[in-house]
Structures are given as C-alpha cells and as structure tokens.
Nanobody, 122 residues
Framework: QVQLVESGGGLVQPGGSLRLSCAAS????????MAWYRQAPGNQRELVAH???????KYLDSVKGRFTISGDNARNTVALQMDSLKPEDTAVYYC????????????????WGQGTQVTVSS
C-alpha cells in the first residue's frame, strides 16, 4: 500500500506565493515520474508541472516562470513552489507519483494525493 499526503494549500492574494508539498509512504521500491495537476470547477484536470525520468521538467504554458516543481526520489517527495499567483490559478491541486512497490517491482502504478485547495483572491 502507498499513500500520498499533500499539504500547503490555502487562500492567498494575487501576486502572493504558496508552496505545496506531497510525501509518499508505504512499501515503495522506486519512484518514477512526479507531477502536479489541478482542477478548477467545471474544468478538466490539467497537468501543471512534471518531472520526467532523468530529471527534466515541463510546465503548463500559463505557469512557466512562476511555478517551480522539485522532487526527491530518495525521499519520495515532490513540491510545487507557486509565485506571482493569479486568480486563474485557483483550483484543487493534486500530486501524482508513479511508483513501483516491493510487491510488484516491475510494474509501477499511478498514485494520487487527496487534493489541496488553492484560492487566489483579494
């Protein structure tokens, strides 16, 4: 069993900053991809930031230069630093990790955090 626990959401004024954190625990053999997604009311879930195998990163165009994703495969953690926040960044943010467990080391599975609300408003 693997569990992902998120923290760090909240209410912030436009132009402010928040840092989201996500920690995975359980019978983890290896962590592969790490990412953050978000879903605003009435919208589909979208990929915000992604750390690929090898360490390269990709960002949603609208957050480039404002958000920074960081991950630690050894500690099974991923974070999202969000600066210069805008009202349109308001959404529930979900962390995602692709993890292989000790019970099935050859077949990694997708795991999701519980979601944390980020509201950008004055």
């Amino acid at each position: 069993q693997v569990q992902l626990v998120e923290s760090g959401g909240g209410l912030v004024q436009p132009g402010g900053s928040l840092r989201l954190s996500c920690a995975a625990s359980g019978s983890i053999y290896r962590t592969y991809d790490m990412a953050w997604y978000r879903q605003a009311p009435g919208n589909q879930r979208e990929l915000v930031a992604h750390i690929l195998i090898g360490g390269s990163t990709k960002y949603l165009d609208s957050v480039k230069g404002r958000f920074t994703i960081s991950g630690d495969n050894a500690r099974n953690t991923v974070a999202l630093q969000m600066d210069s926040l805008k009202p349109e960044d308001t959404a529930v943010y979900y962390c995602y990790l692709r993890i292989a467990t000790w019970l099935d080391r050859l077949n990694p599975s997708d795991y999701w955090g519980q979601g944390t609300q980020v509201t950008v408003s004055s």
